[in-house]
């Protein structure tokens, strides 16, 4: 008997998925445990597995098409099987081309509305690009109101929490209305475009999504409007769009992963012609590309260049430029003011004698195929310190305080978009070489945003360290829902006192932020007590 697949909950925030490619075909043979599809979040690419075996009798998601989540994936079942009643009652499944039942579906929906879409019309909403998208900002437009559209066309570039996006139109037909202008933003599920046929009047379309009186009526139509790369799928989620200018100043158009070949080839995409539509640069323009002697022939040919003083402006001058702030941006401010402004914070500093540690650590680095680093070795203290002050592992409700059994610590890693916390789960049953693997391979993922959603969430505490770029000491702000945060600063050579001697010493300070409504002072203190003693003492960690 035939078995439908549904497009499944990759994560607990997950609400529509990417087909990325199919691993297998209409008509191939499918076991228990076989790879079918790779799908797409916004954070990550997972590959999916059959719980069935069978034939592959249906795809119903083609790749780079997105779903929501429970709509129809596939079906397998026996050779030869019918399946016309399955496709026929599943009435949530998306269809193998874009045809126009889906959004006949929803229409009736609306009709108790006093505006229907008029036929022929397709209404654009404002997309969700990424599970925490709000609202999003048009970057630009690539098209204008009058232009024609092809499926398959750039729109717009969508700025969200995340990334700047390319925004692929699923229809065809002439672009009657563009709702969102360049640089303002809009709700998710809000009017951002019509399509449809030219001298088409939408004006009482558009006062009834004003007026709020047809705010259904597309969505079916969201579903279609997912995001859609038109080089890599990847790519387009995870790569931000570059601000791009030619020798003249004008605008470069070049799909996400052209640019981001251009970015790690070092090629300027100004010296590219693209074979694109409207000149657009795509990924074999870039890989085709042979760099010629430009230097030296804009050296010969190139005009004198004008005194370096006409670079800077005038002595006395105040000049300020505004910068949209990015969706990102954004969501990080929102969380970080929500933490500061709600959990009472105060902060406890204590300095570590880091000798034994360096000592260890060049010991356990000798050993063929093992690394740790410093920051692994205070991930493991604070684990271990965590389980002896469980009350510094807690979380605040208005009417609990939640009790962690489990220790799972979240390690902050700067990415080129802002900043993101990987989370080591079960972290005090680790070993120091686990850890460091851990965070090593979390830490990479997190920079080609290829970390899955449920690797981000969790955590019980969260350390910080920049002692990489040099600062000593520093406060974080608190990631709720946990209690408290490490921030961890630079080790230090500098005279210290000894058995009553000074002498030359390796110091670390580290400063412990605590929300006030679950951690005392006095618990606070015996916590770093104790995490100064681990790290000065790393023999004890390893017992």
């Known amino acids: 008997m035939a078995t439908i697949i549904n497009m499944p909950r990759l994560s607990d925030t997950m609400e529509e998925g990417v087909v990325a490619s199919w691993l297998k075909k209409v008509g191939d043979k499918v076991e228990e445990g076989d790879i079918l599809a790779e799908i797409e979040t916004d954070k990550a690419t997972m590959e999916f597995e059959s719980f069935h075996e069978g034939t592959l009798l249906h795809i119903g998601v083609q790749e780079g098409e997105t779903a929501p989540v429970d709509s129809l994936l596939a079906i397998i079942g026996e050779e030869g099987e019918d399946i016309s009643g399955l496709l026929n009652g599943n009435t949530s499944a998306p269809a193998e081309a874009k045809t126009e039942e889906a959004p006949k579906t929803e229409e009736p929906k609306t009709a108790s509305t006093s505006t229907s879409i008029p036929e022929g019309v397709k209404v654009v909403t404002m997309p969700r690009l990424s599970d925490t998208m709000t609202e999003g900002t048009v970057a630009s437009w690539l098209k204008k109101v009058g232009d024609k559209v092809e499926e398959g066309d750039i729109l717009a570039e969508i700025?969200?929490?995340?990334?700047?996006?390319?925004?692929?139109?699923?229809?065809?037909?002439?672009?009657?209305?563009?709702?969102?202008?360049?640089?303002?933003?809009?709700?998710?599920?809000?009017?951002?475009?019509?399509?449809?046929?030219?001298?088409?009047?939408?004006?009482?379309l558009i006062e009834a999504h004003k007026s709020g009186t047809i705010t259904s009526a597309t969505s079916s139509e969201k579903q279609e409007e997912a995001p859609k790369a038109t080089e890599n799928k990847t790519e387009a989620v995870a790569t931000p769009v570059e601000t791009v200018s030619n020798n003249k100043g004008g605008r470069i158009f070049a799909s996400p992963l052209a640019?981001?070949?251009?970015?790690?080839?070092?090629?300027?995409?100004?010296?590219?012609?693209?074979?694109?539509?409207?000149?657009?640069?795509?990924?074999?323009?870039?890989?085709?590309?042979?760099?010629?002697?430009?230097?030296?022939?804009?050296?010969?040919?190139?005009?004198?260049?004008?005194?370096?003083?006409?670079?800077?402006?005038?002595a006395g001058e105040e000049n300020t430029s505004e910068v949209k702030n990015s969706q990102m941006r954004k969501a990080i401010a929102k969380a970080l003011s929500n933490s500061k402004f709600s959990a009472p914070h105060f902060y406890l500093n204590i300095e570590v004698d880091m000798d034994n540690a360096m000592a260890s650590r060049k010991t356990i680095n000798a050993i063929p195929d093992t690394k740790i680093s410093f920051n692994d070795m205070v991930v493991k203290a604070c684990a271990m310190a965590l389980k002896k002050h469980p009350q510094v592992n807690t979380s605040w409700t208005d009417n609990d305080t939640l009790f962690h059994n489990h220790i799972n610590v979240g390690v902050a890693v700067a990415v080129d978009e802002g900043l993101v916390v990987p989370v080591i789960k079960h972290t005090d049953a680790l070993s120091l070489t686990q850890i460091g693997a851990a965070v090593r391979d979390l830490a990479g993922k997190a920079r080609t945003k290829k970390i899955?959603?449920?690797?981000?969430?969790?955590?019980?505490?969260?350390?910080?360290?920049?002692?990489?770029?040099?600062?000593?000491?520093?406060?974080?702000?608190?990631?709720?829902?946990?209690?408290?945060?490490?921030?961890?600063?630079?080790?230090?050579?500098?005279?210290?006192?000894?058995?009553?001697?000074?002498?030359?010493?390796?110091?670390?300070?580290?400063?412990?932020?605590?929300?006030?409504?679950?951690?005392?002072?006095?618990?606070?203190?015996?916590?770093?007590?104790?995490?100064?003693?681990?790290i000065e003492n790393p023999v004890t960690m390893l017992a």
């Open 452 to 534: 899955a959603p449920a690797e981000m969430q969790g955590s019980t505490f969260t350390v910080s360290n920049l002692g990489m770029f040099g600062i000593e000491s520093f406060t974080s702000i608190i990631n709720q829902p946990n209690s408290a945060i490490l921030s961890v600063g630079a080790i230090v050579q500098k005279p210290v006192v000894k058995n009553g001697e000074i002498v030359v010493g390796n110091t670390m300070k580290l400063t412990l932020a605590c929300d006030h409504r679950t951690v005392d002072g006095a618990v606070g203190a015996q916590f770093l007590q104790t995490l100064k003693t681990y």
């Open 259 to 314: 640019k981001k070949i251009a970015k790690d080839k070092g090629i300027n995409l100004a010296d590219i012609k693209g074979s694109g539509e409207n000149g657009r640069i795509i990924k074999k323009d870039v890989e085709n590309y042979t760099p010629a002697t430009k230097v030296e022939t804009q050296v010969a040919t190139s005009t004198p260049a004008p005194s370096a003083v006409t670079n800077f402006a005038i």
């Open 159 to 204: 700025e969200t929490d995340k990334a700047t996006m390319e925004f692929e139109s699923f229809n065809e037909g002439t672009l009657l209305h563009i709702g969102v202008q360049e640089g303002e933003s809009a709700p998710v599920d809000s009017l951002l475009a019509i399509i449809g046929e030219a001298g088409t009047d939408v004006s009482s």
